[in-house]
């Protein structure tokens, strides 16, 4: 989807489960996260049910721990990853205790919680077209 479409979709309250925002451009990843991260919530909401997280500080299982819980008092909860290319386990195979983390998280991507909204900013770059998990975001 293009970046006008997304903001479009965003601003009629059309919200889907992942969002994986990449890009040479940081510019638009900004402005599509911090849409997001003002406008799905509002303020009395954001205390229980918003996360931002810095990919320097998390891995995949601690994101996917935070996106498989349900929103407290609220029809969404929103988790923004900002710096994803930092993910320590993205793209690596496996965690320090050898689970298979990368699978968990393609499982979530193809069965997400649709009361989650979870958004990666992935800045200076795009994750390899050919892998597995770039094609399911494509088709999700």
Do not use: W
């Not at 009395?44 to 996917?64: C, H, P, R, W």
Request: aromatic content about 12%.
């Amino acid at each position: 989807m293009t970046f006008d479409a997304i903001l479009k979709e965003l601003k009629k309250k059309i919200y889907h489960p992942v969002y994986f925002f990449q890009g040479d451009e940081p510019y638009y990843i900004d402005v599509l996260s911090d849409f997001i991260e003002k406008n799905v919530l509002d303020e009395s909401e954001k205390e229980f049910n918003q996360t931002v997280l810095y990919g320097k500080d998390v891995d995949m299982a601690t994101i996917l721990s935070y996106a498989k819980c349900f929103p407290m008092m609220s029809n969404y909860q929103v988790i923004i990853i900002k710096e994803a290319q930092d993910i320590r386990n993205l793209i690596k195979k496996a965690d320090k205790d050898g689970k298979d983390v990368k699978d968990d998280f393609l499982a979530y991507v193809e069965n997400p919680l649709k009361s989650t909204l979870l958004v990666f900013c992935y800045k200076y770059g795009k994750i390899d077209a050919r892998t597995k998990l770039a094609k399911l975001l494509d088709k999700s």
